[in-house]
């Protein structure tokens, strides 16, 4: 985009966006009961435009909590992530741990946001290589977050 007074509006229309993304990001409340039936949607396969099935996700393991923590980390609220992002983020995950190759670890992470994308929980924005979440994908994996980290460890010190 040009620099210069002529392009203010551009730049006011931008800001806006993204601080509307940033707001709805945050107003991702802990009232999980109607959320948790959201959960369903991600907890089942789905099938592709070109009829190809895409595995589920399940919000309780720990690999695919991974998964949601690097495509909801705050960074990318505002610009959208890349493929590169996401690579940084699960460098050490066990999904890229066995592969050394950029190009295997980057076509692993490909297959990944395809997965995210089928099941709705990530867009693509126009025009980039970037990606953005959905509101439906931050409720989503706001809710399986806060399932794992806080309300697990909270009934099962209850239970004990």
Not at 50 to 78: W, Y
Not at 129 to 150: D, E, K, N, P
Request: net charge positive.
């Amino acid at each position: 985009m040009r620099k210069g007074v002529g392009w203010l509006f551009r730049y006011r229309d931008l800001s806006r966006a993204a601080n509307h993304r940033y707001l709805d990001a945050l107003a991702v409340v802990s009232d999980s009961s109607a959320k948790v039936r959201e959960l369903d949607a991600v907890t089942r396969r789905k099938l592709t435009a070109g009829g190809r099935s895409a595995k589920a996700f399940n919000p309780l393991c720990r690999e695919d909590l991974q998964l949601f923590q690097a495509v909801m980390d705050g960074a990318h609220t505002i610009r959208g992530f890349n493929n590169h992002d996401i690579r940084q983020r699960l460098s050490r995950s066990p999904h890229l741990s066995g592969l050394t190759d950029t190009r295997r670890q980057s076509a692993k992470v490909t297959r990944l946001l395809q997965r995210f994308h089928v099941h709705g929980l990530i867009a693509k924005i126009p025009h980039s290589r970037r990606w953005r979440t959905t509101r439906f994908g931050r409720r989503v994996m706001a809710t399986a977050i806060q399932l794992r980290q806080i309300n697990f460890p909270q009934l099962l010190a209850l239970a004990a």
